[in-house]
């Protein structure tokens, strides 16, 4: 692809932010591809959907890493070694401006899992990008083998860069936290909530002033809904007046149904969840998760679908609002937490670091050195999360809340199969049909 002069502000006549919360659902997609004219030709293909979204560069798991020789190299000989995303350092700013602007001014975000994200973000401003995502813990723990301490110290660099860089051209830089989503499935939300809370207070103390806070769909939806509504109140009760928020729900990032009709279920619970939860961005899947990428034309189907089952779920949604359950609980044991945390240091990666070596905070079923691996989340019989293990955690929990045994591997994988199971069932009864044994998984284990 053609050089672009001064490299554009491709999508900078949008803040993303402001954007985002100026209508209604945005429906967005994953997407990355190494060939650049691939790349343009799937964000033209989402710019002209004909639903509300944004565009999403999703980079590869050389660039993740920092490897950019190797992601060169990929390029050079693309049938010596695969590239999994776009190589967005390795194209560099011309390039990536270039694709970019496929969408026709349409905002893009630009999605990654790096710990170490500073030549990224350096990277995406001088293509005239200002939206990006991660985390200090949410980028390291799930992901990574370096330590959380140099994960802290790159992210609270990267951030201040990308505020610093983008106020000098005149755009608002926008990082969404991963902290919603930590390990996709089995943490009980209270943690997901409060991670979400810290990771856009580290971002704001760090100097950017527009962040989305994610959430990932679990395993009870009104669950959910409660979870959504509690993470709403945080960041209006913790947040500054003069920054910029909002809410983004990924849908289910677990096992997923095998089959068709079942993936099409949990999609259009998770559209419902995204309305009666309230968020204003919702991170779609395809019915083709299950089995493998999905192509171009499935994301688009997905786009379409999820906003015509949002349409329907304002006046035809089974689920409550966000304004009328009670989040009495998941709020109270996410406001322990970030309190707890933000009480053992101003400096917010510092008090990072001290709450994960004292279990303050400890992800379930985490295995990363740096997690003290006290934790665990378990399916109560009524589908919803809860903690089976709380270690050092400072929650006030009801007498035998919590269970005192561990999670054995069979009852994990049960839990881990729960709502890929779920759907599917619940999908071949809906039809009359039965499930082809094939796709069988194991029974699910709950826990009273």
């Not at 790349?39 to 979204?53: H, I, Q």
């Not at 259009?268 to 204003?280: N, Y």
Request: aromatic fraction near 6%; charge should be negative.
């Amino acid at each position: 692809m053609s050089a672009v002069a001064g490299h554009s502000p491709v999508g900078a006549q949008h803040d993303f932010g402001a954007y985002v919360r100026a209508g209604g659902l945005v429906v967005q997609p994953r997407m990355g591809m190494a060939d650049p004219t691939a790349m343009a030709a799937g964000l033209r293909s989402v710019a002209a959907a004909g639903v509300r979204t944004v565009g999403t560069i999703t980079l590869d798991s050389y660039t993740r890493v920092g490897d950019h020789d190797s992601a060169r190299a990929a390029l050079r000989d693309p049938a010596a070694a695969g590239l999994n995303g776009f190589p967005l350092v390795a194209h560099g700013p011309d390039t990536t401006a270039e694709v970019a602007a496929a969408t026709g001014g349409l905002p893009v975000q630009v999605r990654h899992g790096s710990a170490r994200p500073q030549d990224i973000f350096r990277t995406l401003v001088r293509a005239g990008l200002s939206a990006s995502e991660g985390g200090p813990v949410s980028y390291c723990l799930p992901y990574g083998r370096i330590p959380l301490g140099e994960s802290v110290d790159h992210w609270r660099d990267a951030t201040q860069l990308i505020a610093q860089e983008c106020a000098d051209r005149g755009r608002l830089a926008h990082l969404e936290t991963f902290g919603g989503c930590l390990l996709g499935q089995l943490c009980p939300p209270s943690m997901l909530v409060a991670m979400s809370i810290l990771e856009g207070l580290f971002f704001i103390q760090n100097g950017v002033r527009s962040v989305s806070l994610s959430y990932a769909q679990q395993t009870h939806p009104t669950q959910d809904v409660e979870a959504l509504s509690a993470l709403g109140l945080l960041a209006t009760e913790l947040f500054p007046h003069d920054v910029e928020w909002h809410r983004v729900l990924y849908a289910y990032m677990g096992v997923f149904p095998s089959t068709d009709p079942g993936a099409g279920l949990l999609m259009e619970r998770s559209a419902e969840l995204a309305v009666r939860g309230g968020v204003e961005r919702l991170i779609v899947k395809t019915v083709a998760e299950g089995r493998r990428l999905p192509t171009v034309a499935e994301n688009i189907q997905a786009l379409r679908a999820a906003a015509a089952s949002a349409a329907r779920s304002r006046t035809l949604g089974t689920l409550p609002w966000a304004h009328e359950v009670d989040c009495t609980e998941v709020l109270a044991e996410a406001r322990s937490l970030v309190t707890a945390v933000l009480g053992l240091h101003d400096d917010i990666g510092k008090a990072f670091l001290l709450a994960f070596a004292a279990g303050v905070l400890d992800v379930p079923f985490c295995l990363h050195q740096d997690n003290r691996g006290l934790t665990q989340g378990a399916i109560a019989e009524d589908g919803r999360l809860v903690w089976a293990r709380t270690g050092r955690l400072p929650l006030a929990l009801p007498a035998g809340a919590a269970r005192r045994s561990k999670v054995s591997s069979k009852e994990l994988i049960g839990m881990l199969w729960y709502t890929a199971e779920q759907y599917d069932r619940q999908a071949s009864l809906m039809s009359g049909t039965s499930r082809p044994p094939a796709l069988e998984g194991p029974d699910p284990v709950v826990f009273s």
